[in-house]
């Protein structure tokens, strides 16, 4: 079978970019992207290219190439499951905040409502594809969903989980490590995982295409992000030892990663890892042990959440130690509010816990990122206060403690200290003489990604501390 219309339910970071590039590399197929969110739809049509929902270094190039021609963004959802005859479901896929499972299960109920508009809705055979990242076994409750609700058309459930990373998502999707495609052992799903295949060949070559049971293939991904965030974790671990030690952690991270095994990636220390993923996957992860009786295997995993939690949360209280021991009525700059940079994605960025540890000591709190907006911002935090149960009136308060700025030197200007939280590369390249000119004394930097020039900052005369050393 040849796919000549593609449709993906959920026009998010990864449903945008992945049909913007699918689109581009595959003009013999249309590509229609829908959601129900008519305000982001609205933008990825937007004639201005800078004001596209999803910020991420070539996008705006590869939409532009492939936009109104065979590449289209809507929100009438009818009509594109209707002539699809593939469908990628992308929609989010946040932890529960509510009943069983709260704050450690995957929430299912957009991926099953989805299931349950295709049903409805589909007149004609259709693959179905997840790319939301999910439970293991995710695809026999879709199956399940999709076969009792059907018009007794044949739907054939395939798992194709994303690997993209923020920031690179563009060069991640045309240079894939690989892409992983789960499908069942049938004729029919031997059809459907060769269709996929197909579609992934028009810029991919047969080594970078795994083929995989459905259920290695939910795995896979799960497990993959748990990996990475547990090096994170454990490089974080090892930070602050060394600041205990008068080790180096970057030191220690390029003498481990130059053993082969081991390798340099993911071991930069940090802050603590945010992103969409990682600590969503790893609580999932850990629920699903926990649900198969396995309760080491579960603490295992959860450890590398804890860990995360610290790392956050010692950095903030570094910075009241170091100042004094309070910082209250105190100005401390954010130099970076995006969970990492070259993305305007926030979810569980490590920003948000620091200015909520900051705030709650009494500090004023300015925030400055290239690509974040205000409104992001406080709703970031708007949102924590409110899953803690804070009223209106507390909420309001506490946002009086923090400010947005669009240009770093209002943001910098009569501040105690600077926290970078983000490591974006223009905070390098920043006038620092300037800078220290126009704070109180002593001044502090923070720097929580380990990315300025310490013997420049010290030379100035900041009292500059980093991560790990
Ligand atoms: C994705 C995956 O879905 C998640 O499982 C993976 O781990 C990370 O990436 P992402 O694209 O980052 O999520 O999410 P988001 O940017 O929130 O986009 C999801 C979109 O789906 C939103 O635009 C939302 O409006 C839309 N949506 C959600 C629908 O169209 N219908 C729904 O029922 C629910
Ligand atoms: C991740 C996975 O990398 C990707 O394969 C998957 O499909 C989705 O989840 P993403 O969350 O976009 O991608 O970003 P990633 O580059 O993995 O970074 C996650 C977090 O870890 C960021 O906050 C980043 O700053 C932090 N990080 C990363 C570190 O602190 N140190 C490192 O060495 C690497």
């Known amino acids: 079978m040849k796919v000549k219309n593609i449709c993906c339910l959920g026009a998010g970071y990864v449903g945008g970019p992945t049909m913007s590039v699918i689109a581009l590399k595959c003009p013999d197929i249309k590509v229609t992207v829908v959601d129900l969110n008519e305000a982001r739809i609205d933008a990825w049509n937007d004639k ?7 910020f991420e270094p070539g996008l705006a190039q590869v939409v532009e190439e492939a936009r109104d021609k065979n590449l289209f963004f809507s929100t009438d959802i009818d009509s594109a499951i209707t002539a ?64 009792s609700n059907g018009n007794g058309v044949l739907f054939e459930v395939l798992s194709n989980p994303e690997f993209l990373a923020e920031g690179t998502a563009i060069d991640d999707l045309f240079n894939a490590d690989r892409v992983l495609i789960g499908g069942q052992q049938t004729p029919s799903g031997q059809a459907a995982i060769q269709a996929l295949v ?36 454990s490089i974080n671990a090892l930070s602050a030892l060394c600041e205990a030690t008068e080790a180096d952690v970057d030191e220690v991270a390029n003498a481990i990663g130059t053993d082969s095994r081991i390798g340099p990636k993911f071991l930069k220390a940090s802050v603590g890892f945010g992103g969409s993923c990682f ?132 943001a910098l200007h009569n501040t105690h200290a600077i926290a970078v939280l983000t490591e974006w590369d223009e905070f390098v390249s920043y006038d620092w003489n300037a800078i220290y000119t126009n704070m109180y004394k002593p001044a502090f930097v923070f720097d929580g990604r380990n990315i300025l020039n310490q013997q420049q900052l010290k030379a100035i005369g900041f009292v500059y501390k980093r991560i790990g050393s």
């Not at 201005?48 to 999803?54: F, G, N, R």
């Not at 593939?86 to 946040?94: R, W, Y």
């Not at 047969?206 to 293939?217: A, G, R, Y």
């Not at 209250?328 to 926030?346: E, M, Q, R, S, V």
């Open 48 to 54: 201005d290219l800078e004001k596209l929902p999803v």
């Open 279 to 410: 600590q969503k996957d790893i609580l999932n992860l850990v629920y699903l042990c926990r649900h198969f009786n396995l309760p080491e295997v579960a603490d295992y995993w959860e450890q590398v959440i804890k860990l995360n939690d610290y790392q956050k949360h010692r950095f903030a209280k570094n910075i009241i130690t170091t100042l004094f021991n309070t910082v209250n009525g105190k100005k401390i700059a954010f130099l970076g509010w995006a969970f990492k940079k070259d993305t305007n994605d926030t979810r569980e960025s490590a920003a948000i816990s620091v200015a909520e540890h900051l705030i709650e000591d009494g500090a004023e709190i300015h925030v400055y990122d290239p690509k974040v907006s205000e409104s992001k911002i406080k709703e970031d935090m708007r949102y924590l206060w409110e899953l803690k149960g804070l009223t209106e009136e507390k909420i309001n308060k506490k946002l009086k403690q923090l400010t947005v700025y669009t240009a770093p030197p209002q």
């Open 198 to 233: 197909d579609v992934y060949s028009n810029w991919l070559s047969p080594k970078q295409i795994l083929i995989t049971n459905v259920w290695s293939s939910e795995l896979s991904k799960l497990t993959a992000n748990a990996f990475l965030a547990q090096r994170i974790s």
């Open 84 to 147: 699809a005859d593939m469908i990628f479901i992308a929609v989010n896929t946040p932890t529960k905040t509510y009943g069983e499972g709260k704050g450690m299960a995957a929430d299912l109920k957009f991926v099953e409502l989805c299931a349950r508009q295709i049903a409805r809705v589909a007149k004609n055979d259709k693959i179905i594809v997840e790319k939301s990242t999910l439970p293991v076994r995710t695809a026999e409750t879709l199956q399940t969903i999709l076969d």
